[in-house]
């Protein structure tokens, strides 16, 4: 009874602590919950719908107060898509820049439509508008909020950070950088300074990015200068930071709507020498599952009691690309030295006062478990050139090889049908057949990276099947410090159904989990959102 009554003691410890940490009731810390990979809603019920935008501190015009505004288009789609994941739609009807306030980081709160298609729309005409950002303008005690607004950019302004923005001017960006529009852009505000600054690529092509210093010219918001802080391989999703000192320029691949790598420079200057020289580096930590599935949206430090923290805010176009749920994806950064860490997380705690941050109890390990992170069939011979699924290992043991550009390659990811996507999560999830009898050995390591570590213990591995018959073996296992456990998938599955195999010890900081297929000609098996979370 004694024994009993110690580990009921340590389990009730634990569910406290995690109370404590996770729900902010204790004075350990007032970590607050971020989970990604699922849509957002206010701290009343409301859905968040803000994409292409930032954050900014400014000072609340009622109380005076510092607060965090979050700006964002929201677009038509975007309800829709919400509404109903199954369908990847087309077109981006702009509904309205949303501004979203919270005082943590976490809970947020709907100041209301702050720039509506009144402004943005001609003479009634509808355009793109989006990629924005918002500055304070000292000398004219105004809230500039610039946007792309079709091939030019719009400036517009409000008395106070909750809007309403009115139609301020739009400018043409030929004289500055020779073409009308930006690639991309975003809106940067240094804090040591107070000054902001507009970061954006090059029209076309967008093989190079620039800063301008936002100021007034001409008693007019305007960008004041331009200096070019890169040339190279086409960008987009241009944004940046500062982290202790230093300025890290950011910015993804030319995918469309899709995901990619996080890259970044860095330099001591906000105007360069960014390092190294025109030379993007792919951010460690984001090429498993290309930067948790999103491409570069915009970045947020949190200077806190405790440590200062950066958090990647990336934005999943999920509406135009069916890359799964959820339209925001943010995780915090970690350092080593000047060398920047991205954590890939599904769920974790942040505490804005001190900085600190943790991994939440029901965070996913797997890397790219749903398969979003392939924009294309893989292998894939057009860019990007990819042989394997991203964070996945496919070992073809017999059958048909991989071969990129080959008719005869088998294909190792399946497009999930409207049907499908009613029950799974995108566009596309694991596939395992072949036209000839086929071994297959698909597989993912897990271990812990220098900054979040995978505890010993026990652990619960999940995925959804569906499959055909004419399998001599098909199986879903997890592997750790030789002790290797499974869950044998028996028969036909003709509709999606989820396999669970619970209580898989955990050792050394390291798991190996898959799946294993020994088929007949034509025989199949589909794999979709594979989950591994701590028990």
């Known amino acids: 009874m004694k024994m009993i009554s110690t580990t009921l003691m340590k389990r009730c410890a634990c569910l406290c602590l995690f ?121 004219l005690n105004k809230y500039a909020l610039f946007v792309q607004h079709g091939g030019k950019v719009l400036i517009t302004v409000a008395d106070k950070p909750t809007g309403p923005f009115s139609w301020h001017q739009e400018i043409s960006m030929e004289q500055r950088i020779g073409t009308t529009n930006t690639g991309d852009q975003t809106v940067f505000t240094d804090e040591d300074t107070g000054k902001s600054y507009l970061v954006y690529s090059y029209g076309k092509g967008r093989n190079k990015i620039y800063v301008s210093e936002i100021g007034v010219k001409d008693g007019k918001v305007d960008l004041l200068d331009c200096t070019q802080v890169f040339k190279g391989e086409s960008r987009e999703g241009n944004c940046m930071f500062k982290y202790k000192g230093r300025y890290y320029m950011c910015a993804s691949n030319i995918y469309g709507w899709d995901a990619s790598f996080a890259y970044y420079l860095v330099a001591d200057d906000i105007r360069g020498p960014y390092i190294p020289t025109d030379d993007m580096q792919v951010m460690n930590g984001c090429a498993d599952d290309y930067a948790h599935v999103t491409q570069t949206g915009f970045f947020y430090t949190i200077r806190g009691s405790k440590q200062e923290t950066v958090i990647y805010c990336g934005d999943r176009w999920a509406d135009f690309a069916g890359n799964g749920l959820g339209y925001n994806q943010w995780v915090p950064l970690s350092f080593d030295g000047r060398v920047p860490y991205f954590n890939s997380l599904g769920s974790w705690g942040l505490d804005a006062k001190t900085g600190l941050w943790q991994v939440a109890p029901d965070n996913n390990y797997v890397r790219n478990g749903s398969f979003e992170a392939d924009r294309k069939n893989i292998p894939s011979p057009v860019k990007p050139v990819q042989e394997q699924l991203t964070g996945w290992l496919t070992n073809v043991l017999a059958g048909n090889k991989i071969a990129i550009g080959s008719a005869d390659s088998i294909v190792l990811n399946h497009v999930n049908s409207v049907d499908d996507r009613k029950i799974v999560i995108g566009e596309k999830s694991l596939n395992m057949t072949d036209k000839v009898p086929f071994k297959r050995k698909v597989s993912q390591v897990i271990a812990s990276s220098p900054y979040v570590a995978l505890a010993d213990g026990l652990y619960t591995l999940t995925a959804k099947v569906k499959n055909s018959a004419g399998f001599a073996t098909l199986d879903m296992y997890a592997e750790s410090k030789g002790k290797a456990m499974k869950y044998s998938i028996k028969g036909e599955n003709a509709a999606w159904q989820t396999i669970t195999l619970a209580h898989i010890p955990v050792k050394g900081g390291k798991v190996e989990v898959g799946f294993f297929a020994d088929g007949a000609a034509k025989a199949f098996c589909w794999v979709d959102d594979v989950g591994l979370v701590r028990e």
């Not at 109370?19 to 971020?34: D, K």
């Not at 739609?89 to 949303?98: P, R």
Request: hydrophobic content about 35%; overall charge neutral; glycine content about 10%.
């Open 19 to 139: 109370a404590c940490l996770f729900l902010g009731t204790g004075a350990v810390a007032q970590l607050r919950n971020i989970k990604n990979d699922t849509f957002w809603n206010t701290v009343d019920g409301r859905p968040i719908y803000s994409q292409g935008g930032g954050i900014f501190q400014f000072a609340d015009p009622l109380t005076h107060a510092k607060k965090y505004y979050w700006y964002g288009v929201h677009y038509k789609q975007a309800e829709t898509y919400r509404a109903d994941p199954s369908v990847t739609l087309n077109g981006n009807i702009f509904e309205s820049v949303t501004c979203y306030s919270s005082t943590d980081m976490v809970s947020w709160k709907l100041e209301g439509d702050v720039l509506l298609p009144e402004v943005t729309n001609v003479n009634g005409r509808r355009t793109w508008v989006g990629r924005l950002g918002v500055a304070y303008v000292k000398e």
